[in-house]
């Protein structure tokens, strides 16, 4: 069985500082890891995936997030942080069956 | 700009009122999910449709059905809700299963009264 945890509910930020979303995954079996992100009254959007290669993966608006599999981790993480980052953030895991699990998100609110 | 088109945004049922939410793509995506998602918590799936290969969660209970009449429509029917199905439902795509991103639409929220 897969499971996702996401152990801060909500991250309050200032404008510029740097931030992590934490992301923790049990899986028995090789994975595949997304962030997704929720605006207000929006869908959720992908953020960046990892499926393979470089454990390394980057987003076109500067956050990025690193598979680290000895800790089973899939942190989230932006250098300097916008006002219009404000928003909830998924972390998701699929592998060995069909289907995605999402964590139940962080909500991160950057402060001015 | 192709997407995922859910109606009505906001649905007011009454308890035991069948109710049914719709999702429309243009994105000509074989997969399309449906979750729900109540407050706080992480989205959970339903069930999904490969093309015209329905799959159920084996904990979607039974009071929960779909319908994919075609390529582009997708409908979730709630046949007696209760107040516990109270929720945000959520439609995606995605062109194949497991490594492929999932394309959301904006959600509809079940209120049960």
């Known amino acids: 069985a897969q499971s996702v945890t996401q152990l801060d509910s909500q991250v309050p930020v200032f404008e510029e500082a740097p931030v992590e979303l934490r992301c923790n995954y049990s899986s028995s079996v090789s994975v595949y890891l997304f962030w997704y992100v929720q605006y207000p009254n929006q869908g959720l959007q992908l953020l960046l995936k990892y499926l393979s290669g470089s454990t390394l993966v980057e987003s076109i608006n500067g956050f990025e997030a690193e598979f680290n599999k000895s800790q089973t981790s899939f942190h989230l993480r932006k250098p300097s942080v916008h006002i219009s980052d404000t928003a909830e953030y998924f972390c998701a895991v699929s592998g060995g069956t069909y289907k995605y699990i999402f964590g139940t998100g962080t909500r991160l609110k950057v402060l001015a | 700009d192709a997407m995922v088109i859910q109606n009505p945004r906001y649905q007011v049922t009454q308890f035991g009122k069948p109710v049914t939410l719709s999702c429309s793509q243009t994105l000509n995506h074989n997969v399309m999910y449906w979750y729900q998602q109540k407050s706080s918590q992480a989205p959970k799936l339903l069930f999904h449709?490969?093309?015209?290969?329905?799959?159920n969660e084996a904990d979607t209970p039974d009071n929960f059905q779909s319908r994919r009449p075609n390529t582009s429509f997708c409908f979730l029917d709630i046949r007696s809700p209760g107040l516990g199905d109270a929720a945000m439902y959520l439609c995606?795509?995605?062109?194949?299963?497991?490594?492929?991103?999932?394309?959301f639409g904006p959600g509809t929220r079940l209120t049960v009264l």
């Open positions: 995606a795509t995605s062109r194949v299963i497991l490594t492929d991103t999932q394309y």
């Open positions: 449709y490969y093309d015209k290969d329905f799959n």
